[in-house]
C-alpha cells in the first residue's frame, strides 16, 4: 500500500496482560521503525529493521518488549506483563532508505489500565 | 534522552503572518528533519536536510541549517490555518555504528489563527 497501516487504532489491557501491535509498511520500503510517543511530544526510538532482519534494537526494554518483521506478514511489536507506564501512542515508520525520509502510521494508542 | 531541542515551546500567530521554529541539537548529524503532525495523526515528513547543505526550500517552507552553532530553523511564509500542528525537528546522529534512528525533539505546537 501507499500508507503505513497500523492495528489496531485503540489498545486496550489490564495491567500484567499482553499487548501486540501491528504495522504494515509502505510496500516496497525495506527499513521499518517503531517509536513510542508518551505525553504527546516525545518520541522515544524503540527498534529498527531492515528487511527481516532486526538493525537496531537499542531502544527496547528487552524484558517484556519484543518486535518481529516476518516476510509476508505484517510486522509486530509485542509487549508483555504491560505495566502502567507502557501507556503511550506507539508509531510505526517506513522508510526505502535508512536515512531517509520516515514515512509514518498514525500509531496504536495503547492504554494499560 | 532527545537530542533536538524546539523552541519556542508554543506559537500563536494569525493567517498570513510567517512562522519561525528553531530547533537545537547536541551532536554530529548526517542530516536534519523536520515533521509536522497533527492532532491525533501520525507524523508527517517535511523536508531534509543533509549536514553539507545550509539552506533548503519547499514550497513555502525554507530550512537553514548551521552545524557549527549545531542549529536549524524552520519558517512557514504565509501560514494558513491548515498549517495548525506541532512541527518537530529529528536529527540523524553521526555514530560510530550505521544505525539508522531519528532522534526527535519534543516539538513545537503551532496554532495560526484565521
Known amino acids: 500500500g501507499e500508507e503505513v497501516a497500523q492495528t489496531p487504532k485503540h489498545l486496550v489491557r489490564g495491567e500484567g496482560q499482553k499487548a501486540k501491535l501491528y504495522c504494515a509498511p509502505i510496500?516496497?520500503?525495506?527499513?521499518v521503525f517503531w517509536y513510542q510517543q508518551v505525553l504527546k511530544n516525545e518520541f522515544k526510538f524503540l527498534i529498527s529493521f531492515q528487511n527481516e532482519n532486526v538493525f537496531d534494537e537499542t531502544g527496547m526494554p528487552k524484558e517484556r518488549f519484543s518486535a518481529k518483521c516476518l516476510p509476508n506478514s505484517p510486522c509486530s511489536l509485542e509487549i508483555q506483563a504491560t505495566k502502567l507506564e507502557d501507556s503511550a501512542v506507539y508509531f510505526c515508520?517506513?522508510?526505502?532508505?535508512?536515512?531517509?525520509?520516515?514515512?509514518f502510521g498514525d500509531g496504536t494508542r495503547l492504554s494499560i489500565l | 534522552s532527545q537530542q533536538g531541542e524546539e523552541d519556542p515551546q508554543a506559537l500563536s500567530i494569525q493567517e498570513g503572518e510567517n512562522a519561525t521554529m528553531n530547533c537545537s541539537y547536541k551532536?554530529?548529524?548526517?542530516?536534519l528533519q523536520w515533521y509536522r503532525q497533527n492532532s491525533g495523526r501520525g507524523l508527517v515528513h517535511l523536508i531534509l536536510i543533509r549536514s553539507n547543505e545550509r539552506e533548503k526550500h519547499s514550497g513555502r517552507l525554507r530550512v537553514t541549517l548551521d552545524t557549527s552553532k549545531k542549529s536549524s530553523s524552520l519558517l512557514i511564509t504565509a501560514s494558513r490555518a491548515a498549517d495548525t500542528a506541532s512541527y518537530f525537528c529529528a536529527t540523524d546522529p553521526r555514530s560510530g555504528g550505521s544505525n539508522y534512528k531519528l532522534t526527535f525533539g519534543k516539538g513545537t505546537l503551532l496554532t495560526v489563527n484565521p
Open positions: 510496500k516496497g520500503h525495506s527499513y
Open positions: 551532536t554530529s548529524i548526517n542530516n
Open positions: 515508520a517506513s522508510g526505502d532508505q535508512g536515512r531517509g525520509p520516515q514515512h
